[in-house]
């Protein structure tokens, strides 16, 4: 969640991103499973921001904090993109929003991945 807020923070001033190099400036060790969430939220971020949009109720997406878009986008894309267990996906996304977010932004969390979980999942 940490390196996405960077990479919206560096992308908003137009800096220059190294991706590998925000990576391990948080993580210690190699970790394939945060740098696929990372670059997957990354190459898949218009689909998950139309996802997000789709479900959010009026609010879109950019117009959330970098914390609470960041946790969303992770959650949405653990919840489509990855074999990650629904139930696991969402209460990854939900448990990272109660740490650094509000209630109702918990609550709206909670209700878009529930949504997209129902509605998109079930579709497949």
């Known amino acids: ?15 220059e991103i190294d991706i590998d190099s925000l990576i391990k400036e948080q993580i210690d060790i190699e ?5 696929e969430i990372v670059y997957g939220v990354i190459d898949k971020q218009k689909e998950i ?7 959010l109720v009026g609010w ?12 969303l986008s992770i959650g949405i894309y653990e919840l489509m993109y ?27 969390i909670n209700a878009v991945m529930d949504q997209i979980y129902h509605s998109e ?4």
């Open 1 to 15: 969640m940490k390196i996405l807020y960077q990479v919206y923070i560096l992308e908003k001033a137009s800096l």
């Open 82 to 108: 990855t074999k990650t267990p629904s139930v696991i996906a969402i209460n990854e996304a939900i448990e990272l929003s109660k740490k650094y977010s509000d209630d109702a932004v918990v609550k709206m």
């Open 31 to 35: 970790n394939d499973f945060v740098k």
């Open 60 to 71: 879109e997406i950019d117009r959330l904090n970098k914390v609470d878009k960041a946790i």
């Open 121 to 124: 999942e079930n579709n497949e």
């Open 49 to 55: 921001d139309s996802l997000a949009n789709k479900y």
